[in-house]
């Protein structure tokens, strides 16, 4: 049964790379790591029930799998090459693993990312992915280079996610006709988009970043413990799309946009002389981008309301274990 699952999988995620001396099918992968290069890794595991709520379509699964992981790989500014699939299933489910595999395959194949190797095993329900990509030597995005004086910014718009997954928990009546924004909502949970060009594009020009996984301010948090520096956000500035503000009140939508996590936009830092250029980057690539606050001096996050006075935040976003 698991050869033909791994089978499968091997037909529907097909990428040919040079750089794939050996693909899956043997004991390991081989692999060439082009010359002048730095091999930058990550690992990301999602749980069901835990990381994706129970009965997600497996083609979500499989796309959110790799999205999260090529979504590290985004905020280091890395360009992907490689993964690793280990995949822990209840049972030997044909139709999950086809599923699963065609989601991982729409979001691989326009990144030319080659699947080539993993793990089959059976339990309750687990993927981890492990992600390879390339960069030029001595040009990671790290957390740690944010400095005094530096803008903060983030791509795209922040709290979809987290309304989305709010608003699968609360169904809409029936005679409610906003379901289009409900979807769209849903959408950026279910298929989160990696930053990958737009990361690429911020080597040498960010000074720190991070991808928002946990929320903004607990992202943004450890920005500022890495590079040892405060930042002030202005709630007025955070970029929120139309779905979350016509479904969602403005204490809701702040709440998602500041403490949702899920969204794995990019949130980073640069030099305030760099803004125009860094913007106009990010606009060619189509990406959006807006400046949400500054670093300061301290080494806290804090948040200036509308009305100027600062917010106190009691979700820091979410917690592991806690
Ligand atoms: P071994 O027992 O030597 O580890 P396996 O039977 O686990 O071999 O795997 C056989 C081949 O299939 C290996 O090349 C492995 O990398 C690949 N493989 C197994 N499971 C997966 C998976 N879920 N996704 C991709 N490749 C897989
Ligand atoms: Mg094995």
Same mark, same amino acid.
């Given at each position: 049964? %698991?050869?033909?699952?791994?089978? $499968? ?20 992968? +081989? ?36 999205? +999260? ?16 699939? !280990?995949?822990?299933?209840?049972? !030997?489910?044909?139709?999950? +693993?086809?599923?699963?595999? %065609? ?8 990144? *030319?990312? !080659? ?6 095993? *059976? ?30 910014l983030?791509t ?13 928990? &609360? ?16 959408? $950026? ?5 990696? *930053? ?9 020009? !960010? &000074? ?50 500041? &403490? ?19 913007q106009?980057?990010l ?5 959006g981008v807006t400046?949400?606050?500054?670093? +300061?001096?301290?080494?806290?996050? *804090? ?8 917010? &106190?935040? %009691? ?8």
């Open positions: 049964m %698991e050869f033909r699952l791994i089978e $499968r999988i091997r037909e529907l995620t097909a990428q040919p790379r040079d750089d794939v001396r050996l693909g899956i099918g043997d004991d390991a992968a +081989v692999l060439a790591v082009p010359a002048g290069q730095e091999l930058v890794v990550a690992i990301d595991t999602l749980v069901d029930g835990v990381h994706f709520p129970r009965g997600t379509a497996p083609v979500d699964i499989g796309w959110k799998a790799l999205a +999260v992981n090529l979504s590290d790989l985004a905020a280091m500014g890395a360009s992907p090459a490689w993964a690793l699939l !280990a995949l822990t299933l209840p049972d !030997a489910d044909a139709g999950f +693993v086809e599923g699963f595999a %065609e989601g991982f395959a729409r979001l691989a194949q326009p990144h *030319r990312l !080659a699947l080539v190797g993993g793990d089959t095993t *059976r339990g309750p329900l687990s993927i981890s992915v492990v992600v390879h990509g390339f960069l030029p030597p001595g040009q990671a995005l790290t957390r740690a280079g944010a400095r005094v004086g530096d803008l903060v983030v795209g718009t922040l709290g979809d996610a987290a309304a989305g997954l709010h608003a699968l928990r &609360s169904p809409l009546r029936e005679d409610d006709n906003r379901t289009s924004l409900r979807d769209f909502l849903i959408t $950026r949970l279910h298929r989160p988009t990696p *930053r990958l060009a737009a990361g690429a594009a911020l080597r040498g020009q !960010a &000074s720190a970043c991070i991808d928002i996984s946990d929320g903004l301010l607990a992202d943004l948090g450890h920005i500022c413990s890495a590079s040892g520096v405060g930042a002030e956000i202005d709630a007025a500035l955070l970029p929120r799309s139309s779905a979350l503000l016509d479904l969602y009140d403005e204490a809701s939508a702040l709440h998602f946009a500041l &403490s949702g996590g899920d969204d794995y936009e990019l949130c980073f830092t640069v030099p305030a002389k760099q803004l125009a250029e860094v106009a980057n606009s060619r690539l189509g990406c400046r949400i606050g500054r670093i +300061v001096e301290g080494d806290s996050v *804090r948040v200036r309301g509308t009305d100027n006075a600062w917010l &106190s935040i %009691e979700h820091q976003g979410w917690e592991h274990f806690a």
